[in-house]
């Protein structure tokens, strides 16, 4: 009988690194424009109860989604150029689980691995 799942193996697109040199997070390829971030110790707390830190969604165009959202009473953070090379802008949403609006560039970290949109 199968009881949960053993493990899933991914494929490293690449590692964050602070200016020590010391890894403290990672970026796996699970396909096509899909990845999975990790970090080495405490981020950002959880909302109580939730058992993950955020998600991530891509957008095609951060300016323009960021300021449709303002529009609608939807507040978002600014937004900025993160060190993956990717622009983000964060939302929050009624229940307070934290969302990441994400724009990829020619320069994001993550171009190797993407597909084109379908």
Same mark, same amino acid.
């Given at each position: ?19 020590? +040199? ?6 796996? $390829?699970?396909? +096509?424009?899909?990845? @999975?971030?990790?970090?080495? +110790?405490?981020? =950002?707390?959880?909302? !109580?109860? &939730?058992?993950? %830190? $955020? ?5 095609? =165009? @951060? &300016? ?5 959202? %303002?529009? !609608? ?5 600014? @937004? !900025?150029?993160? !060190?993956? &090379? ?7 949403? #009624?229940?307070?689980? %934290? ?6 560039? #020619?320069?994001?970290? &993550? +171009? #190797? ?6």
């Amino acid at each position: 009988m199968i009881t949960g799942i053993a493990h899933i193996c991914f494929t490293h697109a690449f590692d964050f690194v602070r200016d020590t +040199g010391e890894r403290h997070g990672c970026y796996l $390829h699970i396909g +096509g424009r899909n990845f @999975i971030e990790m970090f080495v +110790g405490p981020v =950002d707390p959880p909302v !109580k109860g &939730q058992a993950y %830190r $955020h998600f991530c969604l891509e957008v095609d =165009d @951060i &300016q323009a989604t960021v300021a449709e959202l %303002r529009a !609608k009473g939807i507040e978002c953070s600014e @937004i !900025k150029l993160g !060190k993956d &090379q990717s622009y983000q802008s964060w939302v929050t949403d #009624p229940d307070g689980n %934290r969302i990441e609006l994400h724009d990829y560039t #020619p320069q994001s970290w &993550q +171009g #190797p691995a993407l597909v084109e949109r379908g």
